[in-house]
């Protein structure tokens, strides 16, 4: 089943690709790592003449198959170039031979695995998946340029050979026969760091089969959960204060969607900290929408577990709350939907006056699309609900905008939209209504009337500037020229 589901994966080449370091968090360490694996890489990559196919592991006795595994491990640590198609092809079959081979026989094992094979495992997964990962020519694209699911975006060449040392990896890991207790050895800190280092691949198989991994990694190695989250969180802050970008943050937040629906209540300080510390601020970074589905997943999830932190929430979305970025403004609303959806009228109350100020504001947008998504919230029952409960606080704050919507906006959707949601509030509580139109009126009034004066003013000074000037004659080259000169005014 493995061989036909691989056999269905096209083999393309990159013409152009070229290699890179990436910075990491504990950069002297993974350095080290990374230079004593491409130093195995050239001692391995000599020998490439006498790379031969070994036996089948159906084709030796059982004793002998423990052996042959650990030949074939070893075999497969050679690393070929994959630039070139044509070079070391045959070598190449053979490779990927062995490593179907190598699943099958992983996934089959009927014995725990001992340290020497989890030595030469680890061995192997690091020789093939750790590397400097390929730059490629689009990567200063911005992101809504192309598309985020078309996999011609990015074709790694090795992916063929990759893909299948990824699903040895996953079936190891998740195999009953391997033991947490002695797979933490070898699946170690640096083990975990090195794998969460590739989820910045531009490849999109890769990072789907990083977060699988790492998942069963997490919930397998007790051990290392801590670790993990620290680790994570470094990501982000780099992420967020330096680079500006990275190419798995979703796939990283789709791993933490399922740890955070994992904790335990009540909600530790850690992992408060980590919603206003990191989840937030993920907002801010201009590449908001490639993660953005997962970013509303992971912090709804932080409250639907304490309802208290809504109003946390909603006053960190509130701060990086974009001025000139409509598309952006969009998406902030439409995850204020969802949040609110799961907030409770107590906490509402504590954030409902700067939050309708800001609604206020996005009602007035002249993007049509912007006053369309804050119009929208009326249509969710529970939100209308909080509004109407607490409507002789909110009313007076967005009466204001809703009466300019209605008379001057230019889009016919949203006017219609406005006069809805000034029916809702006129039927539900008329004597309101009435008090915000007439305090409406009246500062609409004064309003004309401090244009007028101010208005008057200038037609005062104008006057009064024209009455000063006079004409002054200069004689050049015997040719009278008057000029006008205005004397300044006292």
Known sequence: MIKQFLKKIPKKSSSKSSHHNDEIPDSSSNKANISSVKSSEVVQIVNEASYEALPSFRDVSSSEKHSL????????????????????????????????????????????????TMLEITKMVSANLFRSLPKLSNESKLPDIYDQEDDEFVMDPSWPHLQVVYEFLLRFVASSETDPKIAKKYIDQSFVLKLLDLFDSEDQRER??????????????????????????????????????????????????SIINGFTMPLKEEHKVFLVRVLIPLHKPRYLSMYQQQLVYCVSQFVEKDCKLADTVIRGLLKYWPVTNSSKEVMYLSELEEILEVTKAAEFEKCMVPLFRQIGHCLNSPHFQVAER??????NEHIRNLIIKNRKVILPLIFSPLEKNTKAHWNQAVQTLTVNVRKVFSDFDQSLFQDCLVSYQEHETKVKESLAKRQMTWNRLDALAASKTKPIVISMFASPVTMTSTTAVK
């Not at 198609?85 to 992983?106: A, H, I, N, R």
């Not at 804050?374 to 249509?379: G, I, K, Q, V």
């Open 374 to 379: 804050a119009l929208f919230l009326w249509n």
């Open 208 to 257: 789907e089969y990083l977060k699988t991994i790492m998942h069963r990694i997490y919930g397998k190695f007790m051990v290392h959960r801590p670790f993990i989250r620290k680790a994570i969180n470094n990501i982000f802050y780099h992420f967020i204060l330096e680079a500006g970008k990275h190419n798995g943050i979703a796939e990283i937040l789709e791993l933490l969607g």
């Open 69 to 116: 595994f650990i030949k074939k491990m070893s075999m497969c640590c050679v690393v070929f170039d994959f630039n070139d198609p044509l070079k070391s092809s045959k070598e190449k079959d053979v490779k990927k031979q062995t490593l179907l081979e190598l699943v099958e026989y992983v996934s089959s094992v009927s014995s725990k695995f001992n340290e020497v």
